[in-house]
């Protein structure tokens, strides 16, 4: 069975009365407020109708006028608010409720029921101009309460014994108006709190935007100060680079200038042979010196790859199967220790590298008289992971070398074959990932590398 659903446009019509001058770019409590506004204006338009015939009935024409004025004034309270003139459309309801009220109460006499309305007129006002101040509120209440007191007592008996009378217009039109009266301090009432509680929720919002705005900007602000960070560094890293590469470079460089001076052209000898075989070496010594260039700005490009959880004993495997020739050779073994994690938020391109070079230093500069043993462990503190690797190696002269541990083409062993890049790398890597690097060693000792690298 297919259910249709009509449309009624007269709903449509009263729903766009409702909403008039109400938008999105206005604040959710402010349009709350025009809605309420346009909602009461309505209902008195509609409640007030009955009064045509009441005042028809009577013969009083000039009431008769009053009502016709109010509900132009009522009218052009939603007509106001849809324009967004919402001092004129405040100004309209006011003389709508209060000078209707006052005009009516003066044409039919003192002892009329309409006095009633009297009481809650100002009840509007705090809704008008706001709704700060809640002792308005209070303070209308119990005069209303009051008033309201004093004309029920008039209807009793008490009220017939000095003579006080509400009953020009008849019982049923007063308690009418009673009814009605209070109907409307509960809607105002009930309008009042869920004001105050979108004006809460408004607040709440906001205040939940200025703190993602501010841990935006503070996170903002931590990546500029990391980025000029890491590009200081890099800079004086470039610096020693250049410094230590235009260095290297300036020995091939002349020992081919003084090789070519001293060939003698014209004449092919062995001398001229042995000069030629001199350049090809310094040729060869400048080609490394390119290679490692490359090999480190090549490195130096991993940066650009994204973190991801990586499972360490994974990563020591694909290490391990690079170095696996060097690891079968030497017959080295690796150990590993993982204390209360078993994984790594990293860079996995950096840090394998950073391991490689590690495990490869260590497997070189091994004793020659035991196998290297690597041990390798990985702690997950508070907000840093310590990752270490150990070797029994034949360790370093840190009283001598201390200050070039980590420096490039830095040698500390004359009978090793060694470019001295390998921890150059690896303190570069680690400084990419945020981290701290540190060695203790000595001679014929063993080394000990603690790297840190932030959660």
């Given at each position: 069975?297919?259910?249709?659903?009509?449309?009624?446009?007269?709903?449509?019509?009263?729903?766009?009365?409702?909403?008039?001058g109400?938008?999105?770019?206005?604040?959710?409590?402010?349009?709350?407020?025009?809605?309420?506004?346009?909602?009461?204006?309505?209902f008195?338009?509609?409640?007030?109708?009955?009064?045509?015939?009441?005042?028809?009935?009577?013969?009083?024409?000039l009431?008769?006028?009053?009502?016709?004025?109010?509900?132009?004034?009522?009218?052009?309270?939603?007509?106001?608010?849809?324009?967004?003139?919402f001092?004129?459309?405040?100004l309209?309801?006011?003389?709508?409720?209060?000078?209707s009220?006052?005009?009516l109460?003066?044409?039919?006499?003192?002892?009329?029921?309409?006095?009633?309305?009297?009481?809650?007129?100002?009840?509007?006002?705090?809704?008008?101009?706001?709704?700060?101040?809640f002792?308005l509120?209070?303070?209308?209440?119990?005069?209303?309460?009051?008033?309201?007191?004093?004309?029920?007592?008039?209807d009793?008996?008490?009220?017939?014994?000095?003579?006080?009378?509400?009953?020009?217009?008849?019982?049923?039109?007063?308690?009418?108006?009673?009814?009605?009266?209070?109907?409307?301090?509960?809607?105002?009432?009930?309008?009042?709190?869920?004001?105050?509680?979108?004006?809460?929720?408004?607040?709440?919002?906001?205040?939940?935007?200025?703190?993602?705005?501010?841990?935006?900007?503070?996170?903002?602000?931590?990546?500029?100060?990391?980025?000029?960070?890491?590009?200081?560094?890099?800079?004086?890293?470039?610096?020693?680079?250049?410094?230590?590469?235009?260095?290297?470079?300036?020995?091939?460089?002349?020992?081919?200038?003084?090789?070519?001076?001293?060939?003698?052209?014209?004449?092919?000898?062995?001398?001229?042979?042995?000069?030629?075989?001199?350049?090809?070496?310094?040729?060869?010594?400048?080609?490394?010196?390119?290679?490692?260039?490359?090999?480190?700005?090549?490195?130096?490009?991993?940066?650009l790859?994204?973190?991801?959880?990586?499972?360490?004993?994974?990563?020591?495997?694909?290490?391990?199967?690079?170095?696996?020739?060097?690891?079968?050779?030497?017959?080295?073994?690796?150990?590993?220790?993982?204390?209360?994690?078993?994984?790594?938020?990293?860079?996995?391109?950096?840090?394998?590298?950073?391991?490689?070079?590690?495990?490869?230093?260590?497997?070189?500069?091994?004793?020659?008289?035991?196998?290297?043993?690597?041990?390798?462990?990985?702690?997950?503190?508070?907000?840093?992971?310590?990752?270490?690797?150990?070797?029994?190696?034949?360790?370093?002269?840190?009283?001598?070398?201390?200050?070039?541990?980590?420096?490039?083409?830095?040698?500390?062993?004359?009978?090793t074959?060694?470019?001295?890049?390998?921890?150059?790398?690896?303190?570069?890597?680690?400084?990419?990932?945020?981290?701290?690097?540190?060695?203790?060693?000595?001679?014929?000792?063993?080394?000990?590398?603690?790297?840190?690298?932030?959660?």
């Open positions: 069975m297919i259910k249709v659903y009509t449309k009624l446009p007269f709903l449509d019509f009263i729903k766009k009365i409702l909403s008039s109400i938008d999105e770019f206005t604040s959710r409590p402010d349009n709350y407020r025009i809605s309420s506004i346009n909602r009461f204006s309505f008195c338009l509609v409640i007030s109708f009955p009064y045509y015939v009441i005042f028809y009935v009577e013969g009083l024409f009431p008769f006028i009053v009502i016709l004025i109010t509900h132009i004034l009522f009218s052009s309270t939603i007509w106001f608010n849809n324009k967004r003139h001092l004129f459309s405040n309209s309801l006011l003389l709508a409720t209060n000078g009220v006052l005009a109460s003066l044409m039919l006499g003192s002892d009329s029921g309409f006095h009633l309305y009297i009481y809650t007129s100002p009840l509007f006002v705090f809704w008008l101009f706001g709704t700060s101040k002792k509120i209070l303070y209308t209440f119990f005069i209303y309460v009051g008033l309201m007191v004093l004309v029920f007592l008039a009793s008996e008490f009220g017939s014994y000095y003579n006080f009378n509400f009953n020009y217009l008849g019982f049923n039109l007063y308690r009418f108006n009673a009814l009605l009266n209070l109907f409307l301090i509960f809607l105002l009432f009930y309008n009042y709190f869920q004001y105050q509680n979108l004006l809460t929720n408004d607040l709440l919002d906001k205040q939940k935007s200025l703190q993602e705005e501010i841990e935006k900007r503070i996170h903002s602000e931590n990546q500029t100060s990391r980025l000029f960070e890491d590009l200081s560094l890099s800079y004086k890293n470039l610096e020693q680079f250049s410094f230590v590469v235009s260095h290297n470079m300036r020995s091939p460089v002349a020992n081919i200038k003084g090789f070519l001076n001293l060939y003698d052209k014209k004449v092919s000898s062995a001398e001229n042979l042995k000069i030629i075989e001199y350049s090809e070496n310094a040729a060869c010594n400048l080609e490394k010196i390119l290679e490692d260039l490359n090999h480190i700005l090549k490195n130096r490009n991993t940066i790859e994204r973190k991801e959880v990586i499972i360490f004993q994974d990563l020591i495997g694909d290490v391990c199967d690079t170095l696996s020739l060097e690891i079968e050779n030497t017959k080295a073994q690796i150990k590993t220790k993982l204390l209360n994690s078993d994984s790594i938020f990293s860079i996995r391109g950096i840090l394998s590298s950073i391991l490689y070079n590690l495990f490869q230093n260590s497997i070189k500069y091994r004793n020659n008289w035991e196998p290297p043993i690597l041990s390798i462990s990985l702690e997950k503190q508070a907000s840093e992971y310590i990752l270490t690797v150990q070797d029994n190696g034949i360790g370093i002269d840190l009283k001598k070398y201390n200050e070039k541990v980590f420096t490039l083409y830095s040698r500390f062993h004359r009978n074959e060694g470019k001295g890049i390998g921890l150059y790398l690896v303190k570069m890597h680690v400084e990419m990932l945020g981290g701290q690097i540190s060695v203790e060693s000595e001679v014929n000792q063993g080394s000990v590398f603690t790297i840190k690298l932030p959660l």
